[in-house]
Structures are given as structure tokens and as C-alpha cells.
């Protein structure tokens, strides 16, 4: 078992997983002669040709469109987006197409398409490359999102969604890409979507949160009794998990990076709400971005939800 | 520093430049609304072809006038006429093997008629029952798209796909001159460009999008000019000429397998009826415009023609008639007889398993 | 004062406005000669010319990114889009321009951008022709996303939208458009956006809701003691009239047609368990559309919350 | 009854048909690179205005190294720079007035410089605060635009507004070569053609997006033939001469602002530096391909020309150079003496008003 960064272990799965299945192609911007531009592609054209590790044109809607109608004649394209930034021109083509196909065609034709992106903030990168915009995604039914926390869920993640009978959208937390090493090992294994991992146990409050928030959080509980969940899948979300822990902590807070209204943390909220609320101690708490425009780099640490923030809402929850 | 510096435009003659490129459209015609032919151009086709043929455009044409009666009765929901534009689609999807792959928009159902979709499932999507678009094994046709335009990027991608297995497959997107205006037309064909993939983008410009004409939807002369942005083939047809149609599809479909790359084919038609039953035409363009269509009919041209070479008269035009009602007929009781979909179908297909949340709501119906 | 329906008050409100304010211009597919697929826009071209009532070509991001041009330049733009299912090509251009044009200019250029489009079920229109996807523009900074419940909320949020200093996202419940007649004054009138209109007054449980689900909400509640909450804005959503009434109430139902995961429900219910959980006396329950892709008109009516699932409801959150 | 009935294809030549219409596409050039002018395509400039362009396209340059020099000591934020395109950047901005609304990517610095845009907001917004976006009143220059290609439509749409107002102002969209494959390029080319809006594109053909040549991007030879598809002209200009560059853009601003309609120039040049400080494109693309074009450095070429003129020596390209590093100096002084954000203006411009949920958040911060 190797020490491997986010980026080698998604790398390690596209090659292994290609080697596997010749029906998996990876379409992009920059994923063949330049690797991607993080660098997770790269070898791969070297290694299986540019005929299944296609540089595209500059053109979100057609990379994603495309890519359904290869799903759907029986390929498994994974399409990478560069940043989440510029998925939105894909918007069309995930939500009336990926989405719906199966639905559509009664089940004729299917979208088994992957497509990954780098997503979040924390690496003061220019405009438009740190977004956090996935709850849009998970008001889609017929897909699934899934968010890696590190090196070793990122390999087993991608390894099911490259599996999945439906498109699946694969946000990869840029922030994470290079920041943790993890054993990841060099054999086959997968880690189911759908289903939440617990990050640490513990029977006096509940933490939730994904992708690049999960390091701040592991940060913030220090001593107390916090039970944290890592999602891992946010659509279809394992709300079984959740529900199961508030209801012996009593008490929920929820952290992401996209801002507060429509965020994903609301539907976890609303869950808890509409199915925990008799075992509720205190309040559910979010601790998000604020409902701002994003800004550029030199205020980046002012809107995104710090380690003491997290702190002082887990604080909140424990004093009711 | 440099405030704006504005250096003003000096008084020369407009620019001399050097050539760099040249590029041509053509129009392809064969059949004139006299039912006389170019015999240069005309394809070798046998009497029984011909007859083939008629019979698919009066099919769907059957199927059209159906389907009207249908929806006034409250039996379909909103239905798109496709009266008129039988020629490109009858021409076209003669085209076709069964292994091609093919996209349609939502007013090709003369495309799926003449390769032999079951009109009873027509009927039935167009009464508000996706079961309708369940295509049966043997053919490779997408679902109607109804988003303007976004399905042609499926036929590309499925032509992608068709040549990394090295299948001898061709794609094929129908779209109206609506769908030109749309990017991911541009992104389409673009990609089908830049990869010379073997697809085939047809497009029916019948002159409308609902109430927008053509000159409001692009300032160009022709919509086949437009292949000249992605470096492969455009080529304007009499889009009410059968003949012309067919022979500029076969030729597109064979350059297509052969590695040659794609094709765009418009079709110049028109939309002799509403854009759909919810639409009334008249409120946006003149009765002598439709009443100066109705002159180029597709099927009364080939009628002409046929009469000319002894293959129809009116007996038999009337017998066939007759056949293509009976089929219709047969198409409709045989989609009222369906059972009606169920509240839990709702749930079948979204994904491929329910999630623990989708069964929860499933159980609670 | 006259008895108008939906349509013709919108209709009254364009017009009105057009006259007082030379800025605003009117762009979409088939607004002009044709009067809009629904009507809403008939007569405008004929009264104002077609230069401010402009048929476009078929280009959804095109009609929402010129729009923006002609917004920050002065004008008011109207732009139709002629189905919500047709919107999504245009998020591209919404989310990431719309929304921040003010921000990343820091307020150099604004977008007092209006965008209407038809929207919602209920009229067994074909596929796409019924969406109901506003959570994605609640998720949103910088949008604001209205829904009218009647023709004379319509002209009175209307006016507010066309004043508005940055964009709106004008939502039409369909289904109402000629459903409904009021009186709607002839009378330049308001109705502040942000603000919701307590469409009924009651102790025992608090019904929120929006748009065409209000006329069902308020054959559901009988005669219970039910204090219903039409919405109106959504975003930013008057959450501070909801929370008021859940404290009184201890009870609160959120009904929308929209799939349950993700919809705007979610943040309604999340802001209650965030800010009003000590008053809650039962869950906080959702009645929304399953999480399936929407069906074709066939099964709409078991797609869509209906008066007997609403009033079951009301009924299990006043039996706690 | 029609099943997938398939008439093969006949044995005949490609077919004859009737020609419809004919396109061409030029070019223009004027400055060759060893300084030489056409004299009958040059503009009559004094050699004031020839020494203005040129410190123009050097203060740009100054600009461009210093802000590598800045990012690499990590005092401002990644950076693209445009190296190679000054004569492209220049030469179309020295066409413009202050009246003229202008549509930059994110390359344009040179632009700016030329207008008189402090370079100290540039260097601030690549330091990652927006401040730097806050255009001086007397400029109508809209914010960077990141999002490859999406700026196109809000220039048609000042077009179009400035139309409707009857205003003398003409829009002016600058983007690259990858830009041409996105769908808002085509949506926006579309609503341009149709409307005929006084509207000028102008791609930079550095021919690489980042990775991707050219010939990855799109099938055809030139981009500027893709204006037929739009129904108005394009051409291609030698866009590392900025004569040509400037001649092209005059015309083209003349032609709009009289109502002739959309002009598309494509400007060829080169990416002499990586895509951004990020990059590294020595991964995928030859040190030989680079210095042939560092041979026909815009820049170089003017100097040798001016030289012929008697306008230059390495005196007066000493001095000028001095003069350039002085101004950009004061510059990146200026930016550093700027106090930095704070974390309460994120709320101050997303709405004009705070929302109460708003108000909120920013009590708590
Ligand atoms: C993306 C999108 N925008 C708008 C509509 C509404 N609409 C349905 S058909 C149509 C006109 C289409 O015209 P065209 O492409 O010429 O096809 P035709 O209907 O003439 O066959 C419009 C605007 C739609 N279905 N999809
Ligand atoms: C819509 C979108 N997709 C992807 C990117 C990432 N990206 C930034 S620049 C670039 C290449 C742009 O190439 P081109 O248009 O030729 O402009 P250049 O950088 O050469 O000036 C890419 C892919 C982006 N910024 N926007
Ligand atoms: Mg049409
Ligand atoms: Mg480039």
C-alpha cells in the first residue's frame, strides 16, 4: 500500500478501472497531452491513446451532451468539467438530459456517464474556480453527487461511480487534492454510494459535513463528545445515518462552504425537522458561507466557515 | 498616459486584402411541383420503390391528419402537425439501416412511421404516456427531444461512441431552423467537426419557429452556409422533394461510413399547419404564404410524377388511402386498449434502483 | 376596478409600466407578433413598436446574456423565457453573470434585469412544459425569485420586479394564468418584494406555500385553525413572517410541487428547526412531489401534492 | 408496414448541383516582419501617433513582465499573461472612444493600459480583490470576464441597447480562439447578425487554449470564416501587426457606428508565455514553435520599421523603456499602499439593499 494524495488515488482508479473496462473513455479540456490541469489525467493518454483520453474543444454543454449520447450507446465516459465554475453551461444538458434519459426512454436508453470536477474553495485560485455549488445537483432526481473527504474515499468513490448504472457527478474538494496522504490501496475495493461514513463517534452532538469541510471540523471538535458524519454521497443522501445519530445526541450542526440559503445543509435540516424532531435537544445549526456573491481571493477566509466558527456552533448546541 | 488616444479612421478606400479561402452552397432539386424530373439526378429507383415510398409519405400523412382529429377530440394532448414536411422525412429515414442511430426532435414522426415505430406508441406519447417512447429493441431511436436543439449533441456523442467501437453506424439528429439559433447546435457541430465523426444533422427548415420566420431567425441567405463554421459539408435541398432528399441523406449516410465525416443537409420545407395545436398561425403569417405552399405539396408532386410514369391514378391512390386508414385505425384501438399507467411507474425508472428515500415516498402513494 | 385573470393583469402591469418608463423593452421567442405563447404579451408590440417589443431568434442564454448587456447599458430589460424548462440553457448566464454583475463591478454596472417564464404543472402541457425548479435560483445571491398567487398579487409584484435594482426571476404559475379572476385595480400599485401575505389567519398549524399550490393549500385546510403563508418572494424569503407564525402556531406545513430533495421546502424547514425549535410542537412536515422525474400529463395528478395529501398533513402535525 | 425499408444507395458521380451562393474570407496584413510596410494599405499616421502606439504596446509589455515578476514573489495572485499579443491589444483599443463600451476577457490588460485603466486596479484584481474591477466613470469597461466566451452576449446586448437609445457607441467583445467553441459565441454572433448590431468581435487567434491547438478547437482553416454562419463579414488580420490590427478594427468600428452592422476580425497571434503562472507549456507544445514566433514579436517589428522611419534607436528605446518601468512602478506601489479589503464589503454589492438573512450574517461576522 502506497502513501497517495487525492490526485494520485483518482488518478490510480481512472488507470485501474481502465484497464478493466474498455468501454470507459475520458473526455475533457486539457485531460490528454497536459494531464488535466491538477494534473489527475495525466499519463493517461500515453497510456491508453487518444482515442480514450480525448482533449475536447472548449465547450461544456457538448462535453457533457456528448458524453450521454456515448453513455447511452453503451460507453462510460467520464467527462472531467476544468472547475465546477463553468459546469453551469452543462446545467441544460445534466438536468433535461443525464438526468431524464432512463426516465424518458422508459428505461431503453441509460446514462452511465461520470463527470468529475474540481470544486470548492481554499486554494485563492482566479474567479469562478472555487465553486461549491452542489446542492443545485442534488434537486436533480436520477443523479447522484458524491464528495471524497481524502485520498482513500476519493479511490473507493470513484471506482463504484465509474460502476453506476447512472450519471453520477464527482466533486473533487481542490483544496484536498495535495493537502492529505493516505494509505490507499493498490487492489480493487469500492465504497458504496449512498452511504455516510462516521468520521469519529460520539453521543453528545452530531456534525455533518463533505468534502474539504470535513478537515476543518475534525479540527474543531477537540475533546467534546462530537459524533461527525463524513456524507460522501449527498444525492441520493443517506439520511438513515443521520437521523440514526441525532436521535441519540440530540443535537445536529451542519457545515458546508456554498452560502446558507438553498444549500444542501437545508435539506439535511429539513430532514432532521420533518423526522428527529422529538429527540431534538437544541436547534440545527448550519455554519455556511453567508448569502453573498463569492469573492476573490483576499477575502476568501472571511467567507468561508472557519475552524473557530464550527467550534463556537458546536458550543451553541451544547449549551442548550 | 494614454488617454484614449483616438487616432481617427484615415480617408482611404475600403481595405484590399488578400484572399485567403473561398467556399460555396449548393441546392440540390430533382423533382419540380409539375412532377417532372431532373433524369440526371434521379435515382435509379423500381416502380415498387416508388410506390414504397409514396405509401410511407401517405402514411404519415394518415397518421398527421389522425392525430389532429385525435387531439380536437381530446384524446391526444397537444399535438405538432407535421403536414408538409413528409418528403424530408419519409426521404430521409429511407436512408437509414437499422443500425444507425437516430435523433429525432419532436416533429419526425414520419421518420419513426416509415421505419416501422409502432403508430399505436406515437398515439400513446402523444396522449401523456412516456411508455410511448419505450423503443422497441430493433431500432436505435432516441426519444422525442423537446428542448430545442440539445439532442443534437446525443447523436454526436453516439457517433463518437460508433467509431471508437468501430461500428459501422451512423448518427442521424433531425432539428427545424428554430434549433440553428440554439449553441449547442454550434458545440454539436463543432465537436462533429474538429473529430470528422459520422454524423448526419438534417435540418427541416420549414421557414417557422412558431411564430418567428426565418429571417428572425438568422441573418444568413441559407442555413446550409452555416456547415461552412465547422470546416465540413452543408448543402441546401428541396426539402418537398422526396427524391432530392433521399439521394442527399444516402449520399451523406455513405460519406458518413466510409470516414469521410459529417453532413449538414437542409431541407428547405414548410409547416403547412399550426406549429401545434395549442398555436394559431394565422395570427403571424398570411394565408396566400400557406396557400403557395400548399402548391409544393410533397406528396401532390409525387403524385404527378407518378401519374406521368403510370404508376398511380386515382383508384389507386384512393385504395391506398384506404390501407394507410385501416392501419391508422388499427394504431389507435390498439393505444386506447392500453392500460393506463399507474401512480408507482412514476418511480421505475429514475434511476436504476430507489434510493431508501424514493421507497419511502413510493410506500406512502 | 376590473375583474381580470392572471394573464390580463400581467399583461395591464407591462403595459402600464411601458408607458411610465421608456426603459423598458420587452425580448423574447415569440412576445412580439404572436403576443407570447400564452398571450401575456399581446397587444405590446402593436402599442409600443418592435423595437421594445423584440421577437428573438430561439436562444435562451443569448435572450438572459444580452439582457445583461442591455441592463447594465440603462435599459430595463423584460426577457420571456417562454417555458421554465427551457430556462436552464440560460443559468449559465443567470448565475454566473445576473447575479454578480453588481458585485464583481463592485457596483460600477448593476442588472435591474426582470425574467418571466410560465411556470409549473397542472396544465398537462407536454414534457419540459411544466417545471418547477425555483430552488435552483434560491440558491442564488444577487436573484431574487417571485411568485404571484393570484392576478392581483401578479400586477402588484410586477411593478415591484420592473423597479427592482437588480434581476428578478419572475415566476407564472401556469395553471393560474386563467384560472383565477380578481379585481385588480387599474391604479399603479405595489406589493413589496421580500414580503409574504398571510392569506388566512389561524393558531393551530402554519401552512407555507407559493404560487399555484396556495389555491389547493386553501381548499385543504377546512376549517381547522390554520394560518396560511403565501409566500410571494421567495428569495430573499421573508422567513421572519414564517418563524412568527410557527411560534405562535407550534406547527408548520410547507407545501410545493416541486420533487421533496433539495426543493425550496428544505429552507424553510431548516430556518425553523435553525431558529424556532423550541416552539415546534410537532414535526415540520413537507408535502412536495415524489423524488422521480417528472412524469408526462398522464400522471401528473399523482406527480403533484394534491388537497387530500395536504389536509393528511394537517391533520398528523395537529394530532402531535 | 414500412419496415426500415432500405433502397441502396445507386452507383452514381457525387452529385451535380446548383450553385446558391459563394463566400470569401480575407486577410489583411501591413507590417511584415522585418519592418517593411504596404505602403498602399498603410494609414497615413504622423510619427507622433506612430511613437504613441508603440509606447502603447510598451507599457503593456512593461506591465505584462511585471506582473509575472509580482506573482512569482507572491504579492499578486495567478496571472495570464499576453506576451505576443500587444500589437492585437493596441492596435484595437487605439480605435475606440471613451464612449464605446468595452467587453475584455481576461488577457486585455493591454487594453486597458491603453485607455488610461489605472494599472494599479489591474495589478489589485489579479492580487484577488475586486476593487480592481471598479471601472473609472469615464470608462465603460465591463469586469474580466473568466467564464471563456459567456462576455459576447452582454456586448450584442449594450448593442443593442445603445441602438435602441440611438447612441453613437459601439460594443466591442475581445475573447480567443477557444471561445469560439462555446455556445454563447454563436448565440451571440446570431443575435448580432439578425439584429445588425453595431457590434465588433475580436478574437485573439493565440492558437492554444491552453492545451488545445487550434486544429483541436474547430475543422476549419480560419476562424474568421465562421462569420458566414452569421450572415456578416470576418476577417483575418496578422495580429501581430498592429497597423493591420488597428486598420481593421477602424473600419470596423466606422462600419457599426454608421449602422453597417457586426464586423468579426480574427487577430493571429501568439501565446508567447504559459496559459496563466499555472501552467507549464513546455508540457504540450515545441521550444521551436515558440521561437518562431518569437521572431515575429509584435513589438520588434514595429521597432524596425519605426528605425527605417528614422522614429527609433536603442537610445529612444532605452528612454521609453525607463519612462514605461517608472509609470508601472508608481503602479504596483500605489496597489500596495491600497488598504486591504475587509471582510464586511463581500456584503455591500451583491443586492443594492441587504436582505434581512443578510443583515444577519453580517452582525455575526
Ligand atoms: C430550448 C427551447 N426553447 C423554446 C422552446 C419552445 N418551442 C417549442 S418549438 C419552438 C420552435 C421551434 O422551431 P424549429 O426549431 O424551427 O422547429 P419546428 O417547430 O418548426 O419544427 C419553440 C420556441 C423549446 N421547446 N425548447
Ligand atoms: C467556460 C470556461 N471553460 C473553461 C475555462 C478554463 N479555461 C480558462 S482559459 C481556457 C482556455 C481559453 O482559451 P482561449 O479562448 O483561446 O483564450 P486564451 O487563454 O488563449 O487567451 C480554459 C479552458 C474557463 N475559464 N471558462
Ligand atoms: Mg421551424
Ligand atoms: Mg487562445
Redesign the interface.
Known amino acids: 500500500m502506497a502513501q497517495l494524495n487525492m490526485v494520485q488515488a483518482i488518478n490510480l482508479a481512472l488507470r485501474q478501472e481502465m484497464e478493466r473496462d474498455g468501454r470507459i473513455v475520458i473526455l475533457g479540456e486539457d485531460v490528454g497531452r497536459d494531464g488535466g490541469v491538477f494534473r489527475v489525467t495525466e499519463g493517461l493518454q500515453e497510456c491508453f491513446g487518444a482515442e480514450r483520453v480525448i482533449d475536447t474543444p472548449l465547450s461544456e454543454s457538448a462535453l457533457v451532451g456528448m458524453a450521454i449520447g456515448m453513455a447511452a450507446y453503451g460507453l462510460r465516459p467520464v467527462a472531467e468539467i476544468q472547475f465546477m465554475g463553468f459546469i453551469y453551461a452543462a446545467f441544460d444538458q445534466l438536468f433535461t438530459h443525464a438526468a431524464r434519459l432512463r426516465s424518458r426512454s422508459r428505461g431503453r436508453f441509460t446514462c452511465p456517464l461520470l463527470v468529475r470536477t474540481p470544486y470548492g474553495a481554499g486554494i485563492k485560485a482566479p474567479e469562478l474556480h472555487e465553486e461549491s455549488s452542489e446542492a443545485f445537483f442534488c434537486h436533480m432526481p436520477g443523479i447522484k453527487v458524491v464528495v471524497p473527504s481524502g485520498p482513500y474515499t476519493a479511490k473507493g468513490l470513484l471506482l463504484s461511480a465509474l460502476r453506476d448504472p447512472d450519471p453520477v457527478l464527482f466533486l473533487e474538494p481542490t483544496r484536498l487534492y495535495r493537502l492529505i496522504r493516505e494509505e490507499v490501496p493498490e487492489d480493487d475495493y469500492t465504497i458504496p454510494l449512498g452511504q455516510a461514513r462516521l468520521a469519529c463517534q460520539g453521543k453528545d452532538v452530531t456534525v455533518i459535513a463533505w468534502g474539504s469541510m470535513l478537515e476543518r471540523v475534525m479540527k474543531a471538535i477537540g475533546p467534546r463528545g462530537a459524533e461527525v458524519i463524513d456524507l460522501l454521497t449527498l444525492n441520493p443522501c443517506d439520511m438513515e445515518t443521520i437521523l440514526a445519530s441525532v436521535r441519540r445526541t440530540g443535537r445536529a450542526v451542519i457545515v458546508h462552504e456554498a452560502v446558507k440559503s438553498g444549500g444542501f445543509g437545508a435539506e439535511i435540516a429539513a430532514t432532521i425537522a420533518g423526522e428527529a424532531i422529538l429527540y431534538l435537544r437544541a436547534p440545527v445549526l448550519r455554519v455556511t458561507a453567508p448569502d453573498v456573491t463569492m469573492p476573490l481571493s483576499r477575502l476568501q477566509d472571511s467567507y468561508l466557515p472557519t475552524v473557530e466558527q464550527i467550534s463556537r456552533a458546536i458550543d451553541d448546541v451544547m449549551r442548550y | 498616459?494614454?488617454?484614449?488616444?483616438?487616432?481617427p479612421?484615415?480617408e482611404?478606400p475600403?481595405?484590399?486584402?488578400?484572399?485567403?479561402?473561398?467556399?460555396?452552397?449548393?441546392?440540390?432539386?430533382i423533382l419540380d411541383e409539375q412532377g417532372n424530373v431532373d433524369e440526371?439526378?434521379m435515382?435509379?429507383?423500381s416502380g415498387t420503390?416508388i410506390m414504397?415510398?409514396y405509401?410511407?409519405m401517405l402514411?404519415a400523412r394518415t397518421f398527421d391528419e389522425r392525430a389532429l382529429a385525435l387531439q380536437r377530440e381530446g384524446r391526444l394532448?397537444?399535438y405538432p402537425p407535421f403536414l408538409g414536411q413528409e418528403a424530408s422525412q419519409v426521404g430521409s429515414a429511407?436512408?437509414?439501416?437499422?443500425a444507425d442511430?437516430l435523433?429525432p426532435s419532436?416533429r419526425e414522426m414520419g421518420v419513426h412511421?416509415?421505419?416501422?415505430y409502432p403508430a399505436s406508441q406515437l398515439f400513446q406519447?402523444w396522449?401523456?404516456?412516456?411508455?410511448g417512447?419505450?423503443?422497441p429493441?430493433r431500432?436505435n431511436i432516441?426519444?422525442?427531444c423537446?428542448?430545442?436543439?440539445?439532442?443534437?449533441?446525443?447523436?454526436?456523442?453516439?457517433?463518437?461512441?460508433?467509431r471508437?467501437?468501430q461500428d459501422p453506424v451512423v448518427?442521424v439528429a433531425w432539428f427545424g431552423d428554430?434549433?440553428t439559433?440554439?449553441?449547442?447546435?454550434?458545440?454539436?457541430f463543432?465537436?462533429a467537426?474538429?473529430f470528422?465523426l459520422p454524423v448526419v444533422f438534417i435540418c427541416q427548415n420549414n421557414q417557422w419557429?412558431?411564430?418567428?420566420p426565418l429571417?428572425?431567425?438568422?441573418?444568413?441567405?441559407?442555413l446550409?452556409?452555416?456547415a461552412?463554421?465547422?470546416?465540413?459539408d452543408g448543402?441546401?435541398v428541396d426539402g418537398n422533394d422526396v427524391f432530392a432528399v433521399?439521394?442527399?441523406t444516402?449520399?451523406a449516410i455513405?460519406k458518413a461510413r466510409s470516414g469521410g465525416g459529417p453532413t449538414f443537409i437542409e431541407c428547405l420545407t414548410y409547416r403547412m399547419g399550426d406549429h401545434t395545436t395549442?398555436?394559431d398561425a394565422s395570427?403571424?403569417r398570411s394565408p396566400d404564404e400557406v396557400a403557395a405552399w400548399r402548391e409544393r405539396d410533397p406528396i401532390l408532386r409525387l403524385e404527378r410524377y407518378m401519374a406521368q410514369q403510370g404508376l398511380w391514378d386515382e383508384g389507386y391512390g384512393k385504395e391506398a388511402k384506404t390501407r394507410m386508414t385501416a392501419?391508422i385505425d388499427e394504431a389507435v384501438r390498439a393505444m386506447e386498449a392500453l392500460p393506463?399507467?399507474v401512480?408507482a411507474?412514476?418511480?421505475?425508472?429514475?434511476?436504476?434502483t430507489l434510493?431508501?428515500?424514493?421507497a419511502g415516498?413510493?410506500k406512502e402513494?
Chains 1, 3 share one sequence.
Open positions: 498616459m494614454f488617454n484614449a488616444a483616438y487616432i479612421r484615415d482611404q475600403a481595405m484590399p486584402e488578400e484572399l485567403l479561402a473561398s467556399f460555396a452552397v449548393r441546392r440540390l432539386g440526371a439526378l435515382p435509379s429507383l420503390e414504397r415510398i405509401e410511407a402514411l394532448g397537444t429511407l436512408a437509414l439501416t437499422p442511430w435523433f419532436y412511421l416509415t421505419l416501422g406519447y396522449a401523456g404516456d412516456e411508455r417512447q419505450l423503443t429493441d431500432f432516441f426519444p422525442f423537446v428542448s430545442v436543439g440539445t439532442h443534437i449533441l446525443h447523436a454526436v456523442g453516439a457517433a463518437m461512441a460508433a471508437y467501437r448518427a428554430g434549433a439559433s440554439k449553441g449547442d447546435f454550434h458545440e454539436g463543432n465537436m467537426g474538429v470528422r419557429a412558431i411564430s418567428i429571417k428572425g431567425q438568422t441573418a444568413t441567405a441559407t446550409a452556409q452555416k461552412i463554421a465547422y470546416g465540413f448543402v441546401q433521399h439521394r442527399a444516402v449520399e455513405a395549442a398555436d395570427r403571424y392501419t393506463p399507467p401512480a411507474e412514476m418511480f421505475e425508472h429514475t434511476c436504476a434510493n431508501p428515500r424514493q415516498q413510493l402513494l
